[in-house]
C-alpha cells in the first residue's frame, strides 16, 4: 500500500482538487491512503478535509493543535502512515498528480537500489524569494549534511518502509526531514517531473520560518557551526598575537610610534564580537538539549478522523508525540 502523506496549511481552494487527482491517478493501479495533516489552518481547510473524509473511505484527517512546521507536520504523518511506502508532496497543486504516478512506478520499480527517491524539476515554478531560499538551502546543505551535489532536496519525494522506521525514531522536537534521510541512507535515487505554477494564495514559506529550517539543519544535524566557531576564534587569536609583535617591536624602535585608542577600540571589538558569536551559537546548542531533554513534542494532534467502512466518522483526540 502507498501513504500519500500530504501537509495541510491553508489550502482551502486546492485540497480538494488535489485529492480529487489523486483518486483518479492511483485508483486503478495502487491501493493507498490519503493522510491529510493539518497544522493549524487558519481558513476553512479542516472543513474541506472533514468533507474529503466523509468522501473516501481512504482518507484520513490529523489535526495538530498548532502550528509546527511543514517537516513536524510530515513526521505526525509519517507516525500515523501503514503503507510500505509513502509519497510526501505539498498541498498547493505545484506538485502534479500525473507527476506522482511517475514517481510511485519509478520507486517500486527501483525498491531493491532506493530506499528514497527525490523528484527535481526542468524548471522551479516558485516565487523569487522561494527560489533564493531553495538555492541557499542547497548549498548549506552541501557544507552541513554531505548531500551529494547533484541531488535536489525536493519536499516531493517518495520514502520505503524501512526509512519510514528509522525516521520516526527521531524523538527531538527539532525536526528536518531531509537531513534524517541523509543521516540514515545512501541509497538515493532521484526523477525528474514537472513542476506546476502556482494557483492560489502564496507560500507558506516566510523569511522567520526559513531561519528556522536552516537553523534545525545547522545545529540539529551537524556541528559544523561549532567547528566554525573555533576556528575562528583560533584565527582572530592568531592575528591578536602577531598585532602584539609588531606593535611591541613598532614601540621598541621607534618612539613616534601612536599608543592611540583607535587600534585598541577596533580590536576589541574585533574580538568581542567574535567570543560573542561562539557562545552565541554554545548557547543554540544547549539550549536545544534542554528543550529535547524537557520532552517538548514534536506535534500534538488534537483530533483526527477517519471514515469507516460503515459510512461515519470515528474521531480520536490527543495523540501525543
Given at each position: ?13 486546492t485540497i480538494e ?129 554531505t548531500k551529494p ?34 543521516g540514515t541512507t ?136
Open positions: 500500500m502507498i501513504s500519500i502523506i500530504i501537509p495541510v496549511f491553508n489550502s482551502e481552494n482538487t488535489l485529492v480529487n487527482n489523486i483518486t483518479k491517478v492511483l485508483e486503478n493501479y495502487f491501493q493507498f491512503e490519503v493522510l491529510l495533516i493539518n497544522d493549524s489552518s487558519e481558513d476553512d481547510s479542516e472543513k474541506k478535509c472533514k468533507q474529503l473524509v466523509e468522501k473516501y473511505l481512504n482518507v484520513s484527517l490529523f489535526s495538530l493543535s498548532k502550528n509546527v512546521g511543514e517537516h513536524n507536520a510530515i513526521m505526525a504523518g509519517l507516525n500515523k502512515c501503514s503503507g510500505d511506502y509513502a509519497v510526501i508532496m505539498s498541498d498547493d497543486l505545484q506538485h502534479s498528480t500525473s507527476a506522482l504516478l511517475e514517481l510511485v512506478k519509478y520507486g517500486i520499480k527501483e525498491k531493491d537500489n532506493f530506499d528514497v527517491v527525490y523528484t527535481y524539476y526542468n524548471k522551479k515554478q516558485y516565487g523569487f524569494f522561494k527560489n533564493i531560499g531553495s538555492k541557499f538551502n542547497d548549498i548549506v546543505a552541501n557544507f552541513l549534511l551535489k547533484h541531488l535536489y532536496l525536493s519536499s516531493f519525494k517518495f520514502i520505503n518502509r524501512f526509512l519510514i522506521t528509522e525516521i520516526i525514531k527521531h524523538q527531538s522536537p527539532f525536526v528536518y526531514i531531509d537531513g534524517l534521510i541523509l545512501n541509497k538515493i535515487g532521484r526523477i525528474k517531473v514537472e513542476h506546476n505554477q502556482r494557483i492560489h494564495g502564496k507560500s507558506g514559506y516566510t523569511l522567520i520560518k526559513m531561519l528556522q529550517l536552516w537553523s534545525n539543519m545547522s545545529t540539529s544535524f551537524s556541528i559544523f557551526p561549532l567547528r566554525l566557531s573555533l576556528l575562528m576564534g583560533s584565527t582572530l587569536s592568531f592575528i591578536g598575537f602577531i598585532l602584539a609583535i609588531i606593535f611591541f617591536v613598532e614601540r621598541l624602535t621607534d618612539n613616534t610610534f601612536p599608543s592611540g585608542l583607535a587600534s585598541i577600540f577596533v580590536a576589541v571589538t574585533i574580538f568581542s564580537g567574535a567570543i560573542l558569536i561562539s557562545v552565541g551559537l554554545i548557547g543554540e546548542y544547549v539550549g536545544r538539549v534542554l528543550i529535547s531533554l524537557n520532552k517538548k513534542p514534536q506535534f500534538v494532534i488534537r483530533n483526527s478522523f477517519t471514515n469507516k467502512k460503515d459510512d461515519t466518522i470515528q474521531s480520536q483526540k490527543k495523540f501525543k508525540h
